[in-house]
């Protein structure tokens, strides 16, 4: 086991029942293919939602795009959380990035001096790296509330990353520094939980309108030249009313971006 890990997600439970919301429940494994698989598989047996998975450990985890997720066994916090939303099918999409805002604002809670802020639409990042991603995806199923299961993972204990990762990633601990002892991510993922809770539902029933003046305040891309992968160019302004990222080309025109993902030009 690296230096760092232990047992701190043991009292996981013990937390969720004392300050998690109501109605959570938490499911906590030593391995999954995917935290997001066991959300999925436990929302077509009808589990209600705020029905937690948490794992030490995946062997298939997955992010956005295509792209894997791959976490040291023991180390960070890797979970997903089965929503049943009353939405309009149009707000589903700012799930993610109401989900996105609850991680930064607990990863700022647990590294108060590190500058926590929102990729839009849902990475976390301090000083350009990343902390935190979320995986937000859609369960298809009969009428009635929309299903949706929120991944997360949280970069927590890991001091040493791969080399290839090394410029791009860190931790709650990094940012803590050498002389504090191991965050407890028993902690963090309740704070995260309470979040989510309180911020995903309203959203997802009536826009991101309550959460604008927050994702405002932590914009990590306002004022920065931006690319997306169709090759647009430009920079961002920030987010409209319906949380859509706002890219000015240098001729002059506004675009609004729905959905995607952008990179940091230059
Ligand atoms: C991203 O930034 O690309 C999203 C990463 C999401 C990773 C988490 S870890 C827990 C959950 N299970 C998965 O397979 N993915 C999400």
Redesign the pocket.
């Known amino acids: 086991m690296s230096p760092g890990a232990g047992d701190d997600l043991a009292r996981a439970e013990q937390f969720v029942r004392e300050r998690g919301p109501s109605g959570c429940s938490l499911v906590r494994l030593e391995e999954t293919t995917?935290?997001?698989d066991e959300a999925r598989r436990a929302a077509q047996k009808g589990a209600p939602s705020l029905s937690v998975f948490v794992a030490e450990s995946?062997t298939a985890?997955?992010?956005?795009q295509g792209?894997s997720?791959a976490s040291p066994r023991g180390e960070n916090l890797?979970?997903?959380v089965l929503f049943r939303l009353h939405a309009p099918a149009n707000n589903l999409p700012l799930v993610a990035l109401a989900a996105g805002l609850a991680v930064r604002d607990a990863v700022a809670r647990a590294a108060p001096t590190a500058s926590v802020l929102v990729k839009w639409p849902n990475?976390v990042l301090v000083s350009g790296r990343k902390i935190a991603?979320?995986?937000a995806e859609s369960v298809s199923g009969s009428s009635g509330p929309a299903v949706v299961v929120v991944?997360?993972?949280i970069n927590v204990h890991t001091r040493v990353f791969p080399a290839k990762l090394a410029e791009r990633a860190t931790s709650v601990w990094l940012e803590l520094g050498p002389d504090a002892g191991p965050p407890d991510r028993a902690a963090i993922l309740v704070d995260v939980l309470v979040g989510l809770a309180r911020d995903v539902p309203l959203v997802a029933a009536h826009g991101p309108g309550f959460i604008h003046a927050r994702l405002a305040a932590a914009d990590a891309l306002r004022g920065r030249e931006v690319r997306t992968d169709d090759g647009l160019v430009g920079t961002a302004e920030g987010l409209d009313s319906d949380g859509r990222l706002l890219v000015r080309e240098r001729d002059g025109e506004l675009h609004r971006l729905a959905a995607g993902e952008v990179h940091l030009a230059g």
């Open positions: 995917s935290t997001n995946q985890g997955r992010g956005r792209r997720w890797l979970f997903s990475d991603g979320v995986l991944g997360i993972g």
